[in-house]
T-cell receptor, first 114, second 110 residues
Framework: EPEVTQTPSHQVTQMGQEVILRCVPI?????FYWYRQILGQKVEFLVS????????KSEIFDDQFSVERPDGSNFTLKIRSTKLEDSAMYFC????????????FGNGTRLTVT | KNEVEQSPQNLTAQEGEFITINCSYS?????LHWLQQHPGGGIVSLFM???GKKKHGRLIATINIQEKHSSLHITASHPRDSAVYIC????????????FGKGTLLTVNP
C-alpha cells in the first residue's frame, strides 16, 4: 500500500539554525499538510497546501516557517531560525481530495532543538 | 473556535472487553476523524465520518451531529489495540484545518 514517507526520522539542531523536514506524499494525492505535536500535547495543525500554494495556515505558522513542493514529489517544511520551543514531532499528511477524504500520515520527524 | 474534548483520558481494559471512547466538540463541523497513534508516534487514520455510523472490522464509529458527539467503539478488544486514540474535527468554516482532541490512552491487558 502506498505510504507517506518522512525524512529524517530524527533531527537534532542547534537553536538559530535552519532545518528542512522532508516528506514524500502519496503520488496521486493533491492536498498536503504539516502538523506538529509537542511532547505530551495535542497534535496541532500548521499548514495545508494545494495547487502549489498555501490554502490555510494556523497562527503557529509564522514567518519562520515555509513550505515548498520543489519537484512535484517532495513536500518540505523549512524552519528558518529554530527555537527551543520548536522541538516537537512533525507529521506530514496527504489526501486525495482535501479533508473530504481520509488523511494518510507519515511516521513523523522528531525535531530536537538544543 | 472549535474545542474538541475526549473522554476518558486513560482507559485500561482486559482482553475481550467492549471499549467506548467519547469525543465532543463545541461548534458545528463538517467531518470528524478518528485516528490511532502507536507508541512509536506514527498516526493512522481509522475513520472519517460526517453522519451516522461506520464499521471496520472490530471498530465502530458513530456521530450525532445534533448532540455534537462522536464515539469510537472497539469490540472484543485485544492487546494490539493498545494505543492513543484521537478524534479530530473539521469545521468552523475551514476546509483544511483539523482541531484535535488530547487523545485517549487505551491499554488492553491480556
Amino acid at each position: 500500500e502506498p505510504e507517506v514517507t518522512q525524512t529524517p526520522s530524527h533531527q537534532v539542531t542547534q537553536m538559530g539554525q535552519e532545518v528542512i523536514l522532508r516528506c514524500v506524499p502519496i503520488s496521486n494525492h493533491l492536498y498536503f499538510y504539516w502538523y506538529r505535536q509537542i511532547l505530551g500535547q495535542k497534535v496541532e495543525f500548521l499548514v495545508s497546501f494545494y495547487n502549489n500554494e498555501i490554502s490555510e495556515k494556523s497562527e503557529i505558522f509564522d514567518d519562520q516557517f515555509s513550505v515548498e513542493r520543489p519537484d512535484g514529489s517532495n513536500f518540505t517544511l523549512k524552519i528558518r531560525s529554530t527555537k527551543l520551543e520548536d522541538s516537537a514531532m512533525y507529521f506530514c499528511a496527504s489526501s486525495v481530495q482535501g479533508l473530504g477524504s481520509p488523511l494518510h500520515f507519515g511516521n513523523g520527524t522528531r525535531l530536537t532543538v538544543t | 473556535k472549535n474545542e474538541v474534548e475526549q473522554s476518558p483520558q486513560n482507559l485500561t481494559a482486559q482482553e475481550g472487553e467492549f471499549i467506548t471512547i467519547n469525543c465532543s466538540y463545541s461548534v458545528g463541523i463538517s467531518a470528524l476523524h478518528w485516528l490511532q497513534q502507536h507508541p512509536g508516534g506514527g498516526i493512522v487514520s481509522l475513520f472519517m465520518l460526517s453522519s451516522g455510523k461506520k464499521k471496520h472490522g472490530r471498530l465502530i464509529a458513530t456521530i450525532n451531529i445534533q448532540e455534537k458527539h462522536s464515539s469510537l467503539h472497539i469490540t472484543a478488544s485485544h492487546p494490539r489495540d493498545s494505543a492513543v486514540y484521537i478524534c479530530a474535527a473539521r469545521g468552523g468554516g475551514s476546509n483544511y484545518k483539523l482541531t484535535f482532541g488530547k487523545g485517549t490512552l487505551l491499554t488492553v491487558n491480556p
